[in-house]
């Protein structure tokens, strides 16, 4: 039999007990978002104690809250990047944190309802990139040009990138990311890591005319890949007579794609010029200018050949009186382009960089094949 006292002390316990449990589920969730508006931050160790403070009093116990405690940390994390350019090496204690998240997760989707989505997922993304050792550079947004930092190539970041959010199930966030694509398209055309993703957004994105409009530029870029056929068209030389690149087969073609009226065009030929100089005892290699000045123009074309010294190669034009077949079929979109065509017909490259070292490179790598 119990005693009274031990009856009592076990009462005792059991009211604390459920006064504690009435206590805790009274207890109002932790005010993240109040308490990351109420700070300012001017560096990383600021974000960084913000994020430790919260997550420390939200524990264990509550998972949407330390979902949105993390969200917090990337957004002011990569304002913060962007801010400094990345110049500052207090970064990294807060890329080293952030972890894989899902923009699927309904906390997510919350949070993003109050920022910009495509900035969001940018400073995701970088700081996991810089988290896996990526310098700011290379782990920065390379698919969308802005004036805040220099276009670069798109990079396997970009692509690590792509590939995740069109594994998602977010139609906001695909939205945004369509309609990022139509830059490296233009800029770079489709390349493998593109072209890799075209499956995903068959797949998993929703109908619409943004979905439509870019499965028309992978259609439109796919046809100039690196390793396809060399598209043909009529061209003109300078008499006149009616020329095309297959003529040329057996040779590497290296194609400066210019205009009388482009002034980077006419900046940037002296090197290329100097380029072909260096493989001038070379025979199996052919440098060509492609004017796409049109007719009324072909004067003037002729004048600037001369005025230039550029008579001792071979020079093109397409011809026409309005937008020509060799600009529809290489989507000559900007000038100068310089395209790589192999002795076989096959493109190299038909986004080359300008004339300088790596052009350089690339034609001795392929040179001998």
Same mark, same amino acid.
């Given at each position: 039999?119990?005693?009274?006292?031990?009856?009592?002390?076990?009462?005792?316990?059991?009211?604390?007990?459920?006064l504690?449990?009435?206590?805790?589920?009274?207890?109002?969730?932790?005010?993240?978002?109040?308490?990351?508006?109420?700070a300012?931050?001017?560096?990383a160790?600021?974000?960084?104690?913000?994020?430790?403070? #919260?997550?420390?009093? %939200?524990?264990?116990?509550?998972? =949407?809250?330390?979902i !949105? /405690?993390?969200?917090?940390?990337?957004?002011?994390?990569?304002?913060?990047?962007?801010?400094?350019?990345?110049?500052n090496?207090?970064?990294?204690q807060?890329?080293?944190?952030?972890?894989?998240?899902?923009?699927?997760n309904?906390?997510?989707?919350?949070f993003?309802q109050?920022?910009?989505?495509?900035?969001?997922?940018?400073?995701?993304?970088?700081?996991?990139?810089?988290g896996?050792?990526?310098?700011?550079?290379?782990?920065?947004?390379?698919?969308?040009?802005?004036v805040f930092?220099?276009?670069r190539?798109?990079?396997?970041?970009?692509?690590?990138?792509?590939?995740?959010?069109?594994s998602?199930k977010?139609?906001?966030?695909?939205?945004?990311?369509?309609?990022?694509?139509?830059?490296?398209?233009?800029?770079?055309?489709?390349?493998?890591?593109?072209?890799d #993703?075209?499956p995903? %957004?068959?797949?998993?994105?929703? =109908?619409?005319?943004? !979905? /439509?409009?870019?499965?028309?530029l992978?259609?439109?870029?796919?046809?100039?890949?690196?390793?396809?056929?060399?598209?043909?068209?009529?061209?003109?030389?300078t008499?006149?007579?009616?020329?095309?690149?297959?003529e040329?087969?057996?040779?590497m073609?290296?194609?400066?794609?210019?205009?009388?009226?482009c002034?980077?065009c006419?900046?940037?030929?002296p090197?290329?010029?100097?380029?072909?100089?260096?493989?001038a005892?070379?025979?199996s290699?052919?440098?060509?200018?492609?004017?796409?000045?049109?007719?009324?123009?072909?004067?003037?074309?002729?004048?600037?050949l001369?005025?230039?010294?550029?008579?001792?190669?071979?020079n093109l034009?397409?011809?026409?009186?309005g937008f020509?077949?060799f600009?529809?079929?290489?989507?000559i979109?900007?000038?100068?382009?310089?395209? #790589?065509?192999?002795?076989?017909?096959?493109?190299?490259?038909?986004?080359?960089?300008s004339?300088?070292?790596?052009?350089?490179?690339?034609i001795?790598?392929?040179?001998?094949?």
């Open positions: 039999m119990y005693s009274t006292a031990r009856i009592g002390i076990i009462t005792f316990a059991a009211t604390l007990t459920m504690f449990t009435i206590a805790c589920a009274q207890t109002p969730p932790v005010p993240v978002d109040e308490l990351w508006s109420n300012t931050y001017t560096n160790n600021e974000i960084r104690a913000t994020y430790d403070d #919260i997550q420390l009093q %939200i524990g264990k116990r509550d998972k =949407e809250a330390a !949105k /405690n993390k969200c917090h940390l990337i957004w002011w994390g990569g304002e913060y990047a962007l801010k400094s350019k990345g110049k090496e207090d970064l990294y807060l890329a080293e944190i952030v972890d894989t998240l899902s923009f699927d309904a906390t997510v989707q919350d993003v109050t920022k910009e989505i495509t900035r969001f997922a940018d400073h995701y993304f970088m700081l996991r990139a810089m896996r050792g990526e310098s700011f550079d290379a782990a920065r947004d390379g698919l969308t040009i802005t930092f220099p276009a190539p798109i990079n396997s970041n970009d692509y690590t990138k792509l590939r995740e959010v069109f998602y977010n139609n906001e966030l695909h939205s945004a990311f369509l309609e990022k694509l139509k830059f490296p398209f233009r800029n770079s055309g489709c390349t493998k890591g593109l072209y #993703i075209l995903l %957004i068959e797949s998993n994105v929703c =109908e619409s005319p943004l !979905k /439509n409009d870019i499965l028309e992978y259609q439109k870029y796919i046809p100039i890949m690196d390793g396809a056929k060399a598209p043909q068209a009529q061209l003109q030389d008499k006149g007579n009616i020329r095309t690149l297959e040329f087969k057996g040779k073609l290296i194609i400066d794609v210019w205009a009388t009226w002034s980077s006419l900046a940037k030929m090197e290329y010029m100097k380029i072909r100089d260096e493989f005892g070379n025979g290699i052919e440098f060509i200018t492609l004017s796409i000045d049109r007719n009324k123009k072909r004067n003037l074309w002729i004048e600037t001369k005025k230039q010294s550029m008579g001792e190669m071979t034009i397409t011809g026409s009186d020509s077949e600009e529809d079929k290489y989507n979109a900007g000038i100068p382009r310089y395209i #790589i065509i192999d002795k076989e017909g096959y493109i190299i490259t038909a986004y080359a960089p004339p300088g070292d790596r052009l350089r490179e690339i001795i790598e392929n040179i001998n094949k």
